[in-house]
């Protein structure tokens, strides 16, 4: 693993690595929510805004890959990096519920040992994932909802923050014309970071604000062990942005692993019969980002865009938002 | 399917049918919980009355089944039952949370377009498997937390109580026993039941208290589809009881769909595989109750005991209790 291999990789449209000589030391790859997100409705400006902080996270998350950290820790700060960011609904700049507030959610899975962490409906967590994982690591649970999740967060000593800090502008005047009726609530924007270490092991990680005027209590898939948040180092590691029922039904992220595991499918076979068929075949709109065991990662969607990314070992860093 | 056909059943120590030479017309499994239920520990009055109830249980669900009912109302009018009853942990019977509350959770999955429904940390709702029901049917999400599942029940007319019906002495007494560090927390004591109808439609439901003494917001495997419930008419339908978050981390009630649908398993075998050696492995106690499209099923946990029966189509019932 050590060895300075040369990793040669073409991307498709939808942004797969279709062409994969040798297997990298390391690997990371994001996703900043999959939509309707289209060129022209981009300004230039904005484009690069998020070009940058999808760089910025890679960096951030490449840097303990690069000095032999664990996927686990890799995928925590780069999630950090983009829950701290008000341009992805997650975090600070996460969607306000039909009562005017934030709840958040998020998960993580460590792919060495199935260990795994989640929150959901947190309201007063500067960086939800990091709750995830201390519930995961300092807790006998895997899933804390609600009041009780923030709670153990403040007796974890995670920073906590006043409601006012996930205020953003652009958040709140789209849930105010949600609430006016003049337009679909948004059902999209989650992060999400998969990586390989140099030790082999695998990490997922997921982080979201939900649906603008989501029906207070409504889960979705990403603080879903199995929907949402999937990691074994046996298969992949998987991070799933999108309509979070569909893939709630669906169980997504554990469907693509059970696929590699039991039907001998490759890690972009497996993805793309769950996202492009299954999912596609009944409006489940969203997409994945997945790495496998070897190194191997896809990035597929069956929407118009998704704000994604990777940064490998071998100095390769790409970010893609359109088709 | 409405050939009177014969079903020959052996049952095995575990409860599993061995040999089955004719598909029923319709079949109802139920489960009561699985934990270290010992003949020793157990006075024949107590014993009684569990075979009474889960009798009770099962004869309210194969009623619809037998007049062509769907296996969706013979799930839910079957959990009602044991809901409505102080000997199981769900509803009536629910264990307290550490701040001495009821909390419960639910969910429910029809197999033939595998839609689901489900409810976390409800306290006043009579029935919480119609909570999770109504989720499915009348809201476009898959799962409700806290105060909002409450309060979406209450617009959906189901019955309301006072946290005061929530109140048995033996819970309450077990709490205080935890309290008091004097024992370990009940792990155990779900709910669940799975069918098969006449018209071949699979349907899962599960309920649950949770864990004496559980953490404030912990959410187990029984709200979550994938882990503690799963229906596809395709392969099973599936409802597990056990120590949840071993059941969340691997996924189990999908588990055993996708090494029948993937792998080709049948169903005992699909059981057997995530009960008897993942699970067994790594200390992950509970069991499952599950039924096939072509109406086997198995009743196999890797705990003393599990309160259990089956009813078919063609009058057979039993309900058994220890190994």
């Known amino acids: 693993m050590f060895l300075y291999l040369i990793v040669v990789g073409l991307l498709s449209c939808d942004g797969q690595m279709l062409v994969k000589d040798k297997n990298p030391d390391f690997i990371l790859v994001i996703h900043g929510g999959a939509g309707t997100i289209l060129k022209e409705n981009m300004t230039d400006e904005k484009e690069q805004q998020y070009e940058a902080k999808l760089r910025e996270a890679l960096k951030a998350g490449s840097k303990i890959l690069k000095n ?106 789209s849930y105010q014309k949600v609430k006016a009726k003049k337009e679909q609530g948004e059902k999209h924007g989650t992060v999400g970071a998969v990586a390989l270490d140099m030790q082999g092991n695998l990490a997922a990680a997921t982080s979201t604000g939900g649906m603008t005027y989501k029906m207070k209590g409504r889960v979705g898939d990403s603080p879903i062990i199995g929907a949402g948040t999937y990691a074994d180092n046996n298969t992949c590691a998987v991070s799933a942005t999108g309509h979070g029922e ?10 693509i692993s059970a696929l590699m595991k039991y039907k001998g499918l490759s890690l972009t076979d497996a993805a793309d019969e769950v996202i492009q068929k299954k999912l596609k075949a009944i409006g489940g709109d969203g997409g994945i980002i997945a790495v496998d065991k070897d190194g191997n990662f896809t990035m597929t969607f069956n929407t118009a865009g998704m704000y994604r990314g990777f940064i490998s070992s071998e100095g390769e860093m790409e970010v893609l938002i359109f088709k």
């Not at 959901?120 to 709750?131: C, D, E, F, Q």
């Not at 690591?137 to 006043?162: C, K, Y």
């Not at 709630?248 to 554990?254: E, G, L, T």
């Open 246 to 255: 569909f893939f709630m039904r669906n169980v997504v992220a554990y469907d």
């Open 68 to 173: 032999g950290g664990s996927s686990l820790d890799a995928v925590t700060e780069t999630i950090c990096v983009l829950e701290d960011s008000p341009l992805f609904n997650a975090g600070k700049g996460a969607v306000f519920t039909a009562e005017g507030v934030n709840e958040m959610d998020a998960s993580i899975m460590d792919g060495s040992d199935l260990n795994a962490g989640a929150v959901t409906g947190v309201r007063s967590i500067k960086n939800p994932i990091r709750a995830a994982r201390a519930v995961m690591e300092n807790s006998p649970h895997v899933l804390l909802s609600g009041a009780g999740a923030d709670t153990f967060a403040l007796q974890q000593g995670l920073t906590i923050v006043e409601p006012e800090y996930f205020f953003t502008k652009r958040r709140w005047e």
